[in-house]
């Protein structure tokens, strides 16, 4: 009796974190519907990409407002330059920046998906759009004119790389990064203790003098924190 009762309360525990899930991602939505009328599409665009390259893409769902603006937040856009976006995606965290960008600031996005850089292109009419490994950041950045980017935001699925993978991009942004510039992204709680995720934390904290992690922002589908290193 004692044994049922203990699994009917574990039962009622799990249906009550699923209505609070429910809640939190309808929520999620209609503040995505409020800024962007087009990301209704943009989810389904997402998972569909998923699917396809679970391995490149590393989540379920785009990046929510409430991520975005907790890694941008870190990000002087008043005085930069230049910027750029590694691993854009579907474009959830593109528009947000594409908001606080100063007249004059050139913007490079890079995705090595074809058709996640196809869709940027047709969802931000104008923006530069290089498909491209993150490997490739420093010819994308002399293609375009630029010798260096102020701050560069990752969407980069981290944890899905191996250490190789991951040197290789990490040289690409040091040298590209000016000095006293910032480098910023997320990562998934549920991915925090891979052993390519622990490498790549130490890699950071070995690398920058400054390295700040954020609170475990809930509403996010998984749930997420966000960096950022000077």
Same mark, same amino acid.
């Given at each position: ?7 009917? !309360?574990?039962?009622?525990?799990? &249906?009550? #974190? !699923? ?14 519907? =409020?800024?962007?009328?087009? !990301? !209704?599409?943009?989810? #389904? /665009? ?5 699917? /396809? ?10 990046? &929510? ?26 474009? =959830? ?50 293609? /375009?004119?630029? =010798? ?9 699925? #981290? ?30 709680? /549920?991915?925090? #203790? ?14 920058? &003098?400054?390295?700040?992690? &954020? ?16």
């Amino acid at each position: 009796m004692q044994k049922t009762a203990y699994i009917f !309360r574990g039962f009622l525990s799990l &249906s009550n #974190w !699923r209505r609070r899930w429910q809640f939190v991602f309808r929520r999620e939505l209609r503040d995505v519907a =409020a800024s962007y009328p087009t !990301r !209704r599409a943009d989810y #389904w /665009h997402f998972l569909v990409r998923f699917a /396809h390259r679970p391995w490149t893409i590393g989540a379920i769902a785009p990046s &929510s407002a409430r991520l975005a603006r907790t890694v941008l937040n870190q990000c002087n856009f008043g005085s930069a330059r230049t910027v750029v976006e590694l691993g854009a995606g579907s474009g =959830a965290i593109t528009g947000w920046i594409l908001r606080r960008l100063q007249p004059g600031t050139i913007f490079i996005a890079l995705e090595i998906d074809p058709l996640q850089a196809e869709y940027l292109r047709k969802r931000f009419p104008g923006l530069i759009v290089c498909c491209e490994s993150a490997e490739n950041l420093g010819a994308c950045l002399a293609e /375009h004119g630029c =010798a260096a980017a102020d701050c560069i935001v990752s969407g980069l699925p #981290w944890g899905n790389m191996s250490r190789r993978v991951q040197d290789r991009i990490m040289d690409e942004v040091v040298a590209a990064l000016r000095p006293g510039g910032r480098f910023c992204g997320f990562g998934y709680v /549920h991915a925090s #203790w891979f052993p390519s995720s622990r490498a790549f934390r130490q890699r950071l904290l070995d690398q920058f &003098s400054r390295v700040r992690v &954020s609170p475990v922002i809930w509403r996010n589908l998984p749930p997420a924190f966000a960096y950022s290193c000077a």
